[in-house]
């Protein structure tokens, strides 16, 4: 090894040998080197040379993008999309990047590996852009890597850290929960065995906006709509759970502080919270599952989801919890946003209310096994959940490795946001998207078109879209055949005005608005009961 050192000090570098040997040196070394690096070194290479997905300028220290998003997301990164083309990423916080674009974003998670000295080093922010292709592209075709969930500390606890499977990280436990509910409520299991829940919520229903809906100052309907006929409004389980469900929906709303690791010691009492909020889940809504639990003890099994998901939990002998507050809510908001846009255009209820007549009467009411007689009243469902969904930017999902797409580099862990608000007013997309038009989804060349993007894509699609597509749809289907749906009226008796739900609010909240439930004969309370 001397001798070869000595002969290459030696060498006189400006001679041909000289270069020669030089060259020859420099492509050995690199060979050596090439040869010491592991695949994972090779593969951190190869994505370093990728390029970095474009940002929107005026990213702060720290900080990032935070400030410039405002107070509605969705319609910054919208913006955002317009100049910086289809891909981009957005730095929310010291560590974590929201990557947005036509419909995905993307937000990069803090890497616990990155603590130095007590500070965090950033992460680089990937930002991804999107169109319905990108959707389809990363979240629904590459769905293994891309169907993780953020690790953020209150969540974590605010789930019992993700057994609570809604905020699972992905793996075998979400694998198994998603097969239960897919088995248990699939449109045909929910065909075949629930129906009469559908028909007996919505009937108490159709009773309650009888009796109360036709004073001229009308009626608030998120008084009479949450969960229909299972609790009374002064129920304290009832209560309960709306607390619960504010309490979740803020938690999961505001995460700000998540996003600088640093201020992670000042979130103790949030996770402390959280913890608290979970345990008060498992007590008030596992009251319920115990109850379904104990009959099936005592050998009275219930017809029930609940019951297939104990059968299928024994089977695969598991015990994780089986409260989930997923469901809670939205369906209630599509509702509520289906009958205040409904009251603002009475031609669409007058062409629903005519399709349902012409095809299943008027001396019985709708079913949810209806929908394929009823495409236009169908289509008002389908519509409502583009117009007003009730997430703009669903729940992230998160890349478990790093990724190429399209020349461009996607750090695993970033957060993957879809930014259904982008896609649903895409004017290319849905021609006129500021219109409510159930008729657009009749159309043929909707062909292999997404619909919507409420209910999320890839892996993480919300398992409970049939449960609750069938529930908003009878009941939509049954006021329009039994009401008019109609503004209230002033003390002089003129019409008010029904606002429609804002486009701007990011949050679930119950809309706040009153209409008149006017029935369209005499006959309604007689088909509810003999319903
Ligand atoms: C109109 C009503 C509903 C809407 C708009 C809605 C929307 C969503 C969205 C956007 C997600 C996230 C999807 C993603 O990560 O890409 C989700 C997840 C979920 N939804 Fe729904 N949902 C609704 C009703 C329901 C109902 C009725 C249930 C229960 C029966 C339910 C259970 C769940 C669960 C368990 C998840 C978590 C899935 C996972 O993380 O793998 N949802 N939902």
């Known amino acids: 090894m001397t001798e070869a050192l000595n002969t290459l000090t030696s060498l006189d570098w400006r001679s041909a040998n000289g270069a020669l040997v030089a060259a020859a040196a420099a492509a050995t070394g690199i060979y050596v080197a090439n040869r010491l690096l592991t695949p994972e070194d090779k593969e951190a290479e190869k994505f370093k040379k990728l390029n970095k997905l474009p940002s929107p300028p005026g990213a702060l220290p720290i900080i990032g993008h935070l400030f410039s998003v405002g107070k509605s997301p969705h319609i910054k990164f919208s913006e955002w999309s317009k100049t910086l083309g289809p891909i981009y990423s957005v730095k929310m916080g010291s560590s974590r990047t929201w990557v947005s674009c036509r419909g995905v974003c993307l937000f990069g998670r803090r890497d616990r590996s990155g603590i130095a000295g007590g500070l965090v080093v950033s992460l680089v922010i990937e930002v991804i852009h999107n169109s319905p292709e990108v959707i389809r592209e990363i979240l629904d075709r590459r769905g293994a890597t891309y169907s993780d969930r953020m690790s953020w500390d209150v969540l974590d606890a605010a789930s019992a850290n993700g057994i609570m499977w809604g905020l699972a990280q992905n793996g075998p436990y979400l694998r198994m929960w998603r097969k239960h509910t897919n088995n248990t409520i699939s449109k045909s299991k929910l065909e075949k ?55 979740f929906l803020q938690l999961l709303s505001d995460v700000t502080m998540e996003l600088f690791p640093f201020l992670s010691p000042f979130l103790r009492s949030q996770v402390h919270n959280a913890r608290l909020l979970q345990l008060e889940v498992q007590k008030v809504f596992g009251k319920y599952v115990e109850e379904v639990r104990q009959a099936r003890k005592d050998g009275n099994e219930r017809n029930c989801a609940c019951n297939e998901y104990l059968k299928a939990q024994e089977t695969d ?76 930017l669903g729940v992230p999902h998160s890349n478990t490795k790093d990724e190429e797409y399209e020349g461009y580099h996607i750090p695993a862990k970033s957060a993957h946001v879809i930014n259904s608000y982008a896609i649903h007013f895409n004017p290319e997309i849905y021609p006129d998207p500021y219109t409510f038009k159930p008729e657009r989804h009749l159309e043929e060349d909707v062909g292999n078109i997404r619909q919507h993007y409420a209910f999320g894509a890839g892996r993480r699609i919300c398992p409970g879209s049939f449960l609750a597509e069938k529930s908003v749809f009878i009941l939509i289907s049954r006021i329009v055949q039994v009401f008019r749906i109609e503004p209230p009226l002033d003390a002089q008796g003129n019409p008010v005005e029904v606002p429609l739900p804002d486009v701007t609010v990011t949050q679930p909240g119950m809309p706040n608005f009153k209409v008149r439930f006017v029935p369209r004969h005499d006959d309604v309370k007689s088909m509810c009961r003999d319903d």
């Open 193 to 247: 065995e629930y129906s009469q829940v559908f028909i007996t919520q919505s009937k108490q229903l159709l009773l309650n906006l009888l009796e109360k809906g036709n004073e001229p100052e009308g009626i608030n309907p998120s008084d009479e709509m949450y969960l229909y006929s299972t609790f009374t409004k002064d129920d304290p389980d009832f209560k309960a759970m709306i607390q619960i469900a504010v309490e």
């Open 317 to 392: 002998n598991e015990n994780g919890l089986m409260e989930d507050i997923a469901r809670i809510d939205t369906s209630s908001i599509v509702l509520l946003n289906g009958i205040s846009i409904l009251a603002s255009h009475p031609n669409i209820q007058e062409r629903a209310f005519a399709e349902i007549k012409d095809n299943i009467g008027l001396d019985r009411l709708p079913r949810d096994t209806d929908e394929g007689r009823l495409p236009y009243t169908r289509a008002i469902l389908t519509e409502i959940l583009r117009f007003r969904p009730p997430l703009w």
